[in-house]
């Protein structure tokens, strides 16, 4: 995973994850690759993220993974894609 250090980590998804937007986006396979990516990234005891793939970096709910997540149904919902 890339480090993104020194931008402001808002509300703004970094380029990294625009590229991996627009690789789901142009998936057919989108539905299926979301859910597994999303798959156990619910949310623990202090609203944490319980995914393993936190483990050592806490992550609040929603995480990046979840937020990109909505950010690609968003995206597909409003007919970029298909
Ligand atoms: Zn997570």
New binding site residues.
Partial sequence: MPTVSGHGQGEVPSPAMVRMTDTLLASPDRLLICERLRAG?VPGPGEW?T?P??VGRP?H?P?P??RLMNLVEGLAGRGHAA
């Fill in positions: 990234h993220c995914h793939a936190h992550e709910h995480c993974i979840v």
